[in-house]
């Protein structure tokens, strides 16, 4: 059994409109849209609209390492919260990732230590809820962190329940250019969405237009 930990919820989705990445530790390893294997989770009881989410993985994949260098063990933690009362949906969200190395050189292989953060807030208008959500990620490209790269986005979304089984979604969503000291040029990969790190010189930003029918 895998669950995202990074999670929005904005339409009772893992993600906005996406899908996620089911993998192990330091695999996909920029991905924050990941079902971790071999994963503990606890969910609270809501609490007058409150409910809180944490999760850590376990050291698994470094039971068949014969070196006692931390470096050697991936691991991520995580902590959520969502309020819900009436219409009104708010979501909260911070994932750390250890040793995950995510700009995959040799040199630096396991280490470094990067963070996610994500506020949501969506709204119910009768038949239509309208949502926003905002994220930001930092990666350590060194093993001592020395040089990082950052990453910002948000997206503006809705979904109309026509009638029925029937609903439309609509999107906008801007990544921003890459910000940070490292010009490391191209890493990641498909399941992790892929960065470019120039060392904040630009051009590396995005925007995308999403439109979706829905048959429930």
Not at 172 to 190: D, I, P, V
Not at 207 to 215: E, G, S, T
């Amino acid at each position: 059994f895998r669950r995202v930990l990074f999670r929005s919820m904005l339409y009772g989705d893992s993600s906005t409109f996406s899908n996620s990445t089911t993998t192990a530790q330091a695999a996909s390893n920029i991905a924050f849209s990941r079902r971790q294997s071999n994963s503990i989770f606890y969910d609270t009881p809501v609490f007058s609209g409150f409910q809180g989410f944490v999760g850590i993985s376990t050291t698994t994949q470094s039971i068949a390492q014969t070196t006692n260098v931390s470096g050697a063990k991936p691991r991520m933690w995580g902590a959520a919260g969502t309020y819900t009362n009436g219409p009104l949906y708010v979501t909260l969200a911070y994932e750390n990732h250890t040793n995950f190395s995510a700009n995959n050189v040799v040199a630096n292989a396991y280490a470094g230590t990067d963070t996610a953060f994500h506020g949501g807030v969506a709204y119910q208008f009768g038949p239509v809820k309208a949502g926003v959500l905002y994220t930001s990620r930092k990666y350590d490209m060194t093993a001592d962190g020395g040089t990082n790269l950052k990453v910002t986005a948000f997206n503006l979304a809705g979904e109309w329940a026509v009638q029925g089984p029937h609903a439309l979604r609509g999107g906008y969503t801007k990544a921003n250019n890459t910000s940070g000291n490292s010009a490391a040029g191209y890493f990641g990969g498909s399941a992790g969405g892929g960065l470019v790190a120039n060392a904040g010189a630009g051009q590396t930003g995005g925007n995308m237009w999403q439109v979706q029918y829905v048959y429930n």
